[in-house]
Every structure is written in C-alpha cells, then in structure tokens.
C-alpha cells in the first residue's frame, strides 16, 4: 500500500466516535470537523486498474464513504432559512439591551433537512462570534466557567415537562440539576447560559409537545420564558402550524412575525402581556416544486451538484440532469431534499456493486425510497399533461463552510463564502 493510499485510508476507513451534538463538547467537535472530510480522488479507470488490489480496495472504500457523506448542498429553501438565522443570531448577540430576543421557528416536513441546515448556520455563527471576540479581545466575564458554549443544541424530551426540559438543556453543559425545585432550575438554566456565554439555544424536535397535555402547556410558557435571558430561541419541528404551538399568539400583519403573551398571560387584552410579548418569525423548509421553469431550474442545478459529488467510472455531465432523469427522480423522491440524497447514495453503492458505474432509471428502480404521500405530478406528465422543456442549467450553489474573512488590515468581514 502506498504511503498516499495509507493516509487516506485512515481518514475515512476508521471515523470514530460520531460527535455528540447534545453536549457542549461534541457540539464544538462537530462544528470544528464538519468539512473536514476529505472526498475520494477523481482517477480513471486505467489508473484504477494500474492499482494493486489492495490500493484498489482502500480506492472502493473511499468511494463509497463519499457517497455516503455528500455534502449539505444550498437549495432555495434552505437559503431561505440560513440567511434569516445568520441576520437574526448575529443582531441579537449584539444587542445590549436586556430585552427579549427575537426567536425562529423552522417548519418542515420529515427529511427535510431541518435540523443540518439550522445546525449549520448556528456554526457557522459560532464561528464567526468566536472571531470577532478574538479579534476585539473580549475581557473574561467575572464568575464565567472556562467552558465556553456560543451555541448550545437540545432535543425536546419526548415526554416534556418543565422540569426534564431544564435538565434536557442542563445536560448539555454537563450540569445535574439533582433534587432542585422547578424555580431552582430554572435558575440554573438561566445561570449556566450566562456563565458559558451562550447566545443561541436550539431546541429540536420542538413539536414532541402536544398542547392537550397541561405539562406541555406548562413547557411552553418555560421556553418563551427562555427568550428573556439573552440568547436567541431557534425552535425545530415538523408541522408547527398543526401542532398548537401557536395557539395563543397571533400574527402580526405588518412583521409577519407570530407574537405571544407573557407567560402566564391568556390573551392580548391587557398590558402587560402586549409590552413583553414574546415573538418568533416562522420559516418552512419545503420540498421542492417541479411547476414552473423556475422551480424545474432549482431543482436541476441541485442534482448539478449531487452528480459532482460522484465518484463512479462510467459518470457523465448529464447523468443526472439530461433527458427524464429530473422528472424520474423528482416523481421518486417527491422534492424531498433528504429522499433525494439517499436514492442517490443507495443508487451509487448498488452501480458499484453491480459494475455498471453509473446511475440509471433502471438500476435506480432496484432502490426502494417509500414517501408517505406519494405526489402525482403534473409537470412530469403523470395526469396526462406533457412534460415542459427542461430549461438551460444554471450554475449550482454547492455549500461550502462559512468562515470569518479578514481584509488587509486584519478587521473581520461579517460575509458568508459559497461556491
């Protein structure tokens, strides 16, 4: 084995333990290895069959973990979101008044992509944070643990009271909360965003609360009490409009952005409740749609960017993107970004498997992706209607990490760099 091949195989082979991004150390792990992942080599065949058999495999392998982990690819939709989450956190942590923070609701359906592109941002915020204490000099905070935690991201327990929703947000700093009362954890809470220096809260899975049950009634009121301790409340959950989650709050015609009454506060009729309102703009991540050429264009230049990511002998410009191929895996996938990604993922390993080294309608029929509500699609011709003409492919915006850019005189730029 060459001392190239050995390298490489030790980076993908053998990954270790999956960060855990509940807690405030797998949290900064991932975030500081989330593009570290290095992709096979693009080689042709006949430098493929030049390998020995056993470079050959460690070749295969790295393939294969390749299409395992192909990269959180921009799409409108998530655009969308990344952008609102990258204006919102970073206003927010520069607020110096102690006033509520404006909070994020993201709304999607399943394999959607919810939780990446929110943990994503949240990232790549933290980064940015980070940079700019740095680069300012940020004195200590008196009494602050050397822990610092920017971003701190918490499932909602699945069966949510106000206690185990403190101690679910708790454990990710390492922190029992022991035989505390409610009011003493609440403080704990409150002491240990502060005291790690935290700016963001994430909290997934947000619409495991069912609003029938008073406990999660009760959780409900904690959270948005939540948004009065100076960090920005990112809330994840798949069909929030449905959920009851904003019973009780109403839409402000003007902002656009759902607004809630203290808690504790029934309705908008007295004072109190309208001066500390709590208040969250709602953002869906939605499937794509294949109606106008506009949308059909999006969705092309997404599988512009999957099939770059291949590492198959037999791949071609086009593969994806020419003839029916759009409409076959649109029609398989119904848009959905997650489905999407893993009928390609499955597809790649079966062409390997199989020695075709390419991705075909045929061969993608032996993959089997089931969606709950299967989409008859107009555009693709399924109700009798013909297929519009695909238009011209734009170029894809393939995701790359933001990172903190300085000019020449070493001042951090606050911008996002993307293919």
Known sequence: MSVETRLAAQGFILPGEVPDRETAEGWTTWRKTRHSFVPAPRI??????????????????????????????????SLAV??????????????????????????????????????????????????????????????ARDLRATVAYVQTPVTATPKSTCQAILDFFGTSGGT????????????????????????????????????????????????????????IGVGIPDSGLLSGGWQNPETGQWEFPEPGHEDWRDDASTQTARRFDLVDLRPFSYETNGEIADFVDHLTGLEDELRLFNARKGMLTDGGMPEYIYRRTGGVVGLIERLIEDGASLAMD?????????????????????????????????????????????????NTAFDDKGVPQITATRK
């Open 180 to 235: 505390m009362t409610l009011t003493q954890l609440v403080q704990q809470v409150r002491v240990s965003l502060r005291d790690h220096r935290t700016r963001v809260l994430i909290l997934d899975d947000i619409t495991r609360l069912r609003m029938h049950r008073k406990d999660d009634q009760d959780t409900l009121d904690l959270i948005r009490a939540l948004m009065s301790m100076r960090v920005t409340l990112v809330l």
């Open 354 to 402: 199989t020695g075709l080294e390419e991705l075909t309608e045929e061969l993608l029929d032996r993959v089997i992706i089931r969606t709950q509500h299967p989409k008859r699609d107009r555009a693709a011709g399924e109700e009798g209607d013909v297929p519009p003409a695909l238009p011209a492919k734009k170029a894809v915006q393939g995701r790359k990490p933001r």
């Open 82 to 143: 990344s952008e609102l989450m990258e204006t919102r956190l970073l206003n927010n942590a520069m607020k110096r008044k102690p006033t509520t923070r404006p909070g994020i609701m993201i709304n999607g359906g399943g394999n959607q992509g919810k939780t990446e592109t929110a943990a994503e941002a949240a990232a790549a915020f933290e980064d940015l944070w980070l940079g700019l204490e740095e680069f300012v000099d940020v004195p200590e905070l008196p009494g």
């Open 44 to 77: 042709s065949r006949a430098v493929y069959d030049g390998k020995s058999t056993r470079d050959q495999a460690i070749h295969d392998l790295h393939r294969r973990a390749t299409h395992a982990n192909l990269p959180l690819l921009d799409t409108p939709m």
